[in-house]
C-alpha cells in the first residue's frame, strides 16, 4: 500500500509540474475549466472605487492550494467513457491528490458532482451520474478520505458543460466534478 | 372527402388564427398530424348571443374536437334560420352537409351576472337529442366551460372520456431559466407556477390534481418537492444525504416513491408525501433502481433497473414478499414506464439503434407497440382516458411537447413561443 502511494504521489506531482507548464502556456484554458465547473457563485464585484485595471488572479494572492493553478488540487473535473463509471488511469493522480488532501484536513468536506451525456431518460442519467459520483468517492476514501467528508450528488444530463450535440460535447459532459464548500 | 378538406382547411386556418389573435398570452400552440382511420362528421353552430363574450364557446369546442383526429368539423355557416333549439333543426339539410351530429346551444345572462350556457348534441340521422347540458359560467370560466361542452360530445359520440378539460404541467428552459408550468390541455392559459435558475425535472400530478411534485436542483442538487396549485406553498419532502429524484404519487395521494442515494447506489423508497416519518426502502439491488411508477390499484410499482445489464422495466409488489420481475425483454434499453389509468398496458421510451421512440406495451400479451419514429423521444405519459400518450421530443434542435394516440394514428404537436419545453405531465380528470 506504501509503495502504491509513493508511486501515486510521484504521479501526481508529476501531473502537478506538468500542469503548471501548461498553465503558464495557456492560462485561459486552466481557469476556464474551473470557472465552468464551479457553482454560478455570487461574488461581489471586484473594486468600488476608481477606474482600475486588475487582471491578477485574485485566487494566487490567497496561498489556497485548491485555488492555485499550479497545484494538482485546482484540478477538479474527472472524465469517463459512455456508459462507464470507471475511473481513468490518467485521473488517479487528481483523485488520490485531493484524498489526501481531505486525508489531512480532516474537517474538510466536499461534494462531488456526477454528470452524463444528454443521451436517454432524465432520471435513468441522474443515476448513472450519480456512479460516477460515488465511484469517484470510493477511490477517495480507499486512498485515505472518510465517507462523512464526501456527499456524492448527481446532475444528470441537467446541467451540461458543453451545449452541443456531438461526441466531442458529450465526452466533455460525461464528467465528475469535485467541489468544495467555499469554491 | 377531398371537398371536405377544401371546406375544412380554411375554416381550421381562420380558426387556428382566431385563437392565435384571442391569447396572446398562449405559450403552446398545436399542430395535427395525421388523423382517425374514421372521424365523425359533427356541426357546431356558434350559441345565441355568445358572439358577446369575452371568450366565444363554439371555437374552441370546435378546435378541441378537430385536434383529437377523431372528428370532421362540418361548415355550419349559411343556415337560415340559425338553428338554437331542436325545433329549429333541419335534419335533412344538415345530413346533405354531411353531418352525423349537430350541435346547437344558446348563452343568456342569468341574475346573479353569471352566464347561463346550454347545449345540445342532436343526432342527425335519428333526429333525436343525445345529450343536453345547462353550465353556469362566470367570465373566467368560459373557456373552461367550452372544454366541458366538448368533453360531453367526445364522450357521446365517441364513448370514451374527453380530456379537453384538464390541464397538463411541464418545463421551459429559457436561456439559464427554468419554469414549471401548467397550462389547459390545449396548451392555453399557461402558468408558470415555478421559476427557477437551476433545473425542474419529473412533475408529477398528485391523484386528485391539485399538487405537484417535482425535484428541483436549487439546493445544487436534486430534492423532491411537493408544491400545492391552490395556495402555492411548497415543501421539500425528500432532501436526504445524496441525490432524491424520480418522485411517483400513491393513487391515495398519500405517499410517494422516490429514488434515494442517502444508503448508496440509486435505490427505491416510500415515503409520506407530507414529508412526515422515515423512508421505507422497497428495493434492495447493488444496480440502479429508478423511475417508479404506481399501478392504478396501488398494489405494484413498475421501475427502470439495470440489474440484468442494461436498463429494463421490473415490476414490483408495493407491499413486500416477491421478487421484482423483468418485463421488458425487447431491446437493451427501455426506461421511463408509465401506467394507462385503466392499468392495463404501459408506455415507455424505448432505444432502437441511437434512436429512443415512445412505446406501448400490453400487459396481458406482452405485445410491444413503437408509436413514435423521432428520435430523442422522453417523458411518455398518458392522458386519464388512455387514448393519448403525451412526450417530450426534439425538432429543430429545439424541446417540444408531442403527443401521440395509443394506436399510432393521431399525432399532435405543442409548440412553445420561445425556449425549450420537456417533462410534460397529464393530469388526471378533476370531477367539480
Redesign the interface.
Known sequence: MKRILTVVLATAILAACSSTSTKEQDPASVEDRGAAGS??TAKPPVTTGGPTAKPLDPNAVSGNPLKDPSNVLSKRSIYFELDSNIVKEEFKPLVSAHARYLQQNRNQKM?V?GNTDE??????N???G??RA?AVKQMMQLLGAQSEQI??????E??PRASG?DEKSWAENRRADLVYPND | MKNLKTILLPFLLSLGLFLLAQAASAQLRIEVVGGGATQIPVAIVPFRAEEGLAQRLTPVVAADLARSGLFKIVDAGGMNPVPHEPEQVNYAQWRARGADAVVIGAVTKAPDGRYDIRFRVMDAVKQTQIAGFVYFATESQLRLTAHKIADVIYEKLTGDTGVFATRITYVVKRGSRYELNVADADGFGAQSVLAS?E?I??PAWSPEGTRLAYVS?EQ???VVYVQSLTTGSRQAVAAF???N??PAWSPDGKQLAV?L?RD???QLFLINSDGSGAPRRLTQSAA?D??ANFSPDGQSILF?SDRGGG?QIYRIPVGGGGAPQRVTFEGR?N??ARHSPDGKSFTF?Q?NGGR?NVAVQDFATRQVQVLTEGG?D??PSFAPNNKIILYATVVG?RGILAAVSSDGRIKQRFTADVGDAR?PAWSPVVNK
Open positions: 457553482q454560478p461534494t458532482q443521451r436517454g431518460s432524465r432520471e435513468y441522474l443515476a448513472l450519480q456512479r460515488d456527499e456524492t450528488v448527481s446532475f444528470g441537467e446541467k450535440s | 435558475n433545473p425535472i419529473s436542483f445544487k442538487k436534486p444525504r445524496g441525490s429524484s424520480a429514488t442515494t448508496g447506489g440509486s440502479i429508478t423511475e427502470t436498463p434499453y426506461v421511463s421510451i432505444r429512443f430523442v422522453e417523458s434542435g417533462e
